[in-house]
C-alpha cells in the first residue's frame, strides 16, 4: 500500500499547489469577486468531478498488456 500511496500523495500535492497558485494568480490578475463567481466555480468542479469518475474507473478497468502488446481493447474481468 505504501508502495503506491506515497507517490500518489506527493503527485496530489504538487498538482493541487500548482493549480491552487495558478488560479489564485489568475484570479488576482482578473480582479474577480469570490462571491461573484463563486457559484459558477462550484458548479464546475462538481460537474468535473462526476464526469471524470467514471473516467477514473474505465482508466483501471483497460487491460493495457493487451492494448500495447495485441493494440486492441480489452476489459479486465471483475475477480481481477
Do not use: C, N
Not at 500511496?5 to 489568475?26: H, K, L
Not at 488576482?28 to 457559484?39: I, R, Y
Not at 468542479?45 to 474507473?57: A, M, T
Amino acid at each position: 500500500m505504501t508502495f503506491l500511496s506515497v507517490p500518489f500523495f506527493i503527485g496530489r500535492f504538487v498538482s493541487y499547489a500548482f493549480w491552487t497558485r495558478t488560479a489564485s494568480t489568475i484570479g488576482d490578475w482578473l480582479d474577480w469577486d469570490w462571491f461573484e463567481s463563486a457559484p459558477f466555480f462550484l458548479a464546475y468542479f462538481l460537474f468535473s468531478q462526476l464526469l471524470l469518475i467514471p473516467v477514473i474507473y474505465a482508466f483501471t478497468r483497460i487491460d493495457w498488456r493487451t492494448l500495447f502488446v495485441e493494440r486492441h481493447l480489452k476489459w479486465l474481468d471483475k475477480s481481477k
